[in-house]
């Protein structure tokens, strides 16, 4: 499975889910939206997601399940079984790391050991770049492997490191891509990166970029985002399709730190937990709920606007979390996006947000200068004066 194909799903209501097996993690990057650590242990329990991605029927699962973190290689094991399970049912899984076993000179936090599922050791491994067992046997286990490189994961791992053991994923035959994160379109860091990328793989290894934004680490340094849209206008929302598995087991409608992280979770965005709830429960609560159908449809801002009852918060995210107790919302929502009609807002409003592929989904979502790069061998870049500055 290319990184074009799974971005290009991300439009579609329950397409796709994404696990988080820990919030653990081996590295101490200054932009981690998760504020990670390695002595935390927060982490959902390992039968409880056995379970809940063993309720995958072939009629009824995620196209793609993505593994992630924290850093979800320190559950190798773990990683391994959950792949297993889900492909069995037909789904495709892919997974995220920043790479901590790659580190061919033991590094900062080098030595760790990973959780109850399956240890490994981080830092030196046998010989020079090989990959440990474990954590070998979990990336052949999935269908694709991505690898997140920036300014701050270089501080923690090299860039020569990393390609070196992007190259042993690749002879393993398993598909691999970079997610790549800067400051925007103009980041001359961005820009050595990516022509770096380009020489060492020949165009053959994708890149999803995207920008950092003020969240775990980065929320006293990093720039706010862009000035939210025109209440009045649409602005849909291709983030609440993808349910989310926080790292407590509660199911989350969207994958914004935020709101992934807070308790009580917004009662529109919850979609309950893996201890009691199955995958069937899951995506028939995301699908069916007419708020969630108005966020991926016209949005938080066009929804308040339009039936709430209460103050609107200046952020679009803080304008959706907001709308969780507003029952004035609640009844438009039903009222317009209930039942068969919802229904079809809803298949719409993906269709529209798939229509450029890929690639239009990173231009909406990340860093649209670079949204080329999504496609393996895709269209060369304009050269840096041309690039969108934002």
């Known amino acids: 499975m290319e990184l074009a194909e799974l971005v290009a799903r991300r439009p579609f209501p329950a397409a796709g889910l994404l696990l988080g097996l820990t919030r653990r993690c081996p590295l101490s990057c200054a932009h981690c939206s998760t504020g990670s650590d390695l002595f935390t242990r927060e982490e959902p329990d390992a039968g409880h997601l056995e379970r809940f991605v063993g309720s995958f029927t072939t009629e009824n699962r995620p196209d793609v399940v993505m593994l992630t973190g924290g850093e979800p290689l320190l559950r190798p094991a773990l990683a391994e079984r959950l792949s297993t399970l889900a492909r069995g049912a037909g789904s495709r899984t892919a997974l995220l790391s920043g790479m901590f076993f790659a580190r061919s000179g033991g590094g900062r936090g080098g ?22 067992p474990a954590v070998l046997r979990a990336i052949r286990s999935v269908d694709h492997f991505s690898a997140s490189l920036d300014v701050h994961h270089e501080r923690e791992v090299s860039r020569a490191d990393v390609f070196r053991a992007l190259h042993l994923v690749r002879e393993e035959g398993v598909a691999v891509s970079l997610h790549l994160t800067g400051t925007g379109g103009s980041d001359p860091y961005l820009a050595d990166l990516t022509r770096a990328v380009e020489k060492e793989f020949g165009g053959r290894v994708p890149c999803l970029v995207n920008e950092v934004r003020p969240f775990g680490r980065a929320a006293s340094w990093a720039r706010a985002a862009r000035t939210g849209p025109d209440p009045e206008a649409a602005s849909p929302c291709s983030m609440a399709a993808w349910p989310v598995v926080a790292f407590d087991g509660r199911v989350l409608a969207c994958c914004n730190q935020d709101a992934v992280d807070r308790r009580p979770a917004p009662a529109h965005l919850d979609l309950g937990h893996i201890a009691e709830d199955d995958w069937a429960t899951v995506r028939r609560r995301a699908l069916e709920s007419p708020v969630l159908r108005m966020l991926r449809t016209v949005g938080p801002a066009h929804l308040a606007a339009r039936f709430g009852s209460g103050p609107r918060p200046g952020s679009y995210c803080d304008g959706c979390r907001a709308l969780g107790g507003d029952a004035a919302v609640a009844a438009g929502a039903q009222a317009v996006a209930g039942g068969a009609a919802g229904e079809l807002l809803d298949l719409t409003a993906a269709m529209r947000g798939s229509r450029e592929g890929a690639q239009g989904v990173v231009r909406r979502h990340g860093c649209a200068a670079y949204a080329p790069l999504v496609v393996a061998g895709g269209p060369a870049l304009p050269e840096a004066g041309e690039r969108d500055i934002r």
């Open 111 to 132: 030595g760790v050991r990973g959780g109850r599922s399956g240890g490994v050791r981080g830092g030196r491994s046998g010989r020079r770049g090989a990959i440990p």
